[in-house]
């Protein structure tokens, strides 16, 4: 049984902290991907930038594909296409192709990226997994019985955490391709973190799953969790970023903006990174 607890929104004690806009508002991104620098992709365009000023180092126009998935591997992106493509994307502009879709014979999207120890882990469709190894380039690939869209995936050194549209959570060891169900959830999985071995789990609901507790947050959807430096960030579809301790005590909260918050990132300044679904950027000090 679920242990439930309500954060109020009104705490003694919270500090101060605010955010500061970077960028404007511009077209809906679909993905985005934080490392080193920013990376995000509207309808037409795939955008590199640096942080935390967002000086552009790189674009790539979008012509009839649809780029689904983004990862940063080092300073190099990975980008995954609506065709079935995924390309390696070096900074000097120069790229090289990871997956083909007429060789693999998958024609469906690449639903995912995840970067691992010499590894990437791709999710293609809703079945299927293939793993890269970027240092002999042997790629190894499964089909996995789940019967549902793959909304979210995060990695743990070998395990594959994947969240599907029909509420259940799955790990897949990338190793033997051993595929284990772990718990169906009364909401819609909106976003996934790690946190000590076990999934951080964000709902449609506001609330946050980790372990046997439910914690609730928001009236809103979580859309994005971080762990860093054994702090829990946590941004609802509002614009709200909530930071508390390993034990969900509220810490400090902040509004950034007035969409749903895209991903969050700890820039190299110790700054929180904001950006929201219409492309705005801001830098949070907590």
């Known amino acids: 049984m679920f242990k439930f607890l309500f954060l109020s929104l009104i705490l003694v004690g919270v500090g101060f902290c605010d955010c500061n806009l970077l960028q404007k508002q511009d077209k809906d991104i679909f993905e985005v991907a934080f490392g080193k620098n920013v990376a995000y992709c509207d309808d037409s365009m795939l955008y590199i930038k640096t942080l935390p000023d967002l000086k552009n180092v790189f674009d790539l126009k979008i012509s009839t594909d649809k780029v689904t998935s983004i990862a940063f591997m080092d300073s190099d992106l990975v980008v995954g296409f609506s065709s079935g493509y995924a390309l390696l994307l070096h ?12 060789k693999s014979g998958f024609i469906e999207q690449i639903s995912s990226i ?9 999710t293609i469709g809703r079945n299927t997994v293939l793993v890269h190894d970027t240092i002999s380039k042997i790629q190894k690939k499964t089909t996995i019985n789940i019967n549902s869209k793959i909304i979210a995936t995060t990695l743990d050194k070998n395990s594959l955490y994947i969240a599907t549209f029909d509420r259940n959570l799955y790990m897949l060891d990338v190793t033997n391709f ?5 718990s169906k959830t009364g909401n819609l999985i909106t976003s996934l973190a790690f946190m000590d071995t076990k999934p951080l789990i964000g709902l449609s609901d506001g609330s946050v799953m980790y372990g046997d507790q ?24 509002s614009g709200v970023v909530r930071k508390f301790d390993n034990k969900f005590n509220l810490k400090n909260e902040i509004k950034a903006g007035n969409d749903t918050i895209r991903d969050m990132f700890i820039d190299k300044n110790g700054n929180l990174i904001v950006m929201l679904w219409n492309a705005s950027v801001y ?3 907590f």
């Open 178 to 182: 051993k595929l284990s169900g772990l």
């Open 214 to 237: 439910k914690y609730t947050i928001s009236s809103k959807a979580i859309e994005a969790i971080r762990v860093i430096n054994g702090e829990i960030f946590v941004a609802d579809a």
């Open 91 to 102: 900074p000097n502009k120069s790229q090289e192709t990871l997956i083909d879709p007429i």
């Open 283 to 285: 830098t949070c000090k």
């Open 114 to 122: 995840n970067v691992g120890k010499d590894k990437l882990i791709f």
